[in-house]
């Protein structure tokens, strides 16, 4: 068996899996050293870059400016603001024609009663009537 171990022969290959062949075993040994002197090196970089590495962050952190300007401020050619004058003078206009239109119409009501009262009362409460019944089917 021994001499099987040394050579790398052998009838059995799930023995052959765990013993490695003794002729093998420096060239191996050397390739393990060398991997695992790699891993100590990288492991000592790492350990010595990480703090350096958070300090950057920090750093970063502390030198990026909170606001950026993105363009200088200038003046403009032209006011950006609404027209006042002219929302003002559109206010006017639609409440003339508004308040013009309700004395008309109150003026329109009155005359409808003076002339015939109970024609006015029967119209006026059927239209009553009607508006109350929209009202409420609307809302059902």
């Known amino acids: 068996k ?7 022969t052998g009838d059995d290959s799930s023995t052959m899996k ?11 040994a050397s390739t393990y050293l060398r ?24 750093e970063e952190k502390r030198s990026t400016p909170s ?6 401020a ?3 050619e032209r006011k950006a603001k609404p027209k006042v004058s002219l929302f003002t003078l559109l206010a006017f206009v639609v409440s003339l024609l508004v308040s013009l239109f309700v004395v008309f119409f ?5 005359r409808l009663r ?4 109970n024609q006015f009362d029967a119209s006026w409460n059927a239209a009553r009537s009607d508006w109350f019944g929209l009202r409420s089917s609307r809302r059902s």
Not at 48 to 55: C, D, G, K, R, S
Request: overall charge neutral; glycine content about 2%; proline content about 8%.
């Open 106 to 110: 109150i003026e329109m009501i009155k």
């Open 35 to 58: 991997l695992f002197r790699n891993l100590e090196i990288q492991n000592k970089i790492l350990q010595f870059i990480t703090p350096v590495y958070e300090q950057a962050k920090v």
């Open 18 to 28: 765990i013993f490695l062949p003794m002729n093998q075993t420096p060239s191996l």
């Open 67 to 72: 606001v950026v300007i993105l363009d200088k």
């Open 2 to 8: 021994v001499e099987e171990m040394r050579v790398g």
């Open 114 to 117: 003076s002339v015939n009262p």
């Open 74 to 76: 200038t003046v403009p």
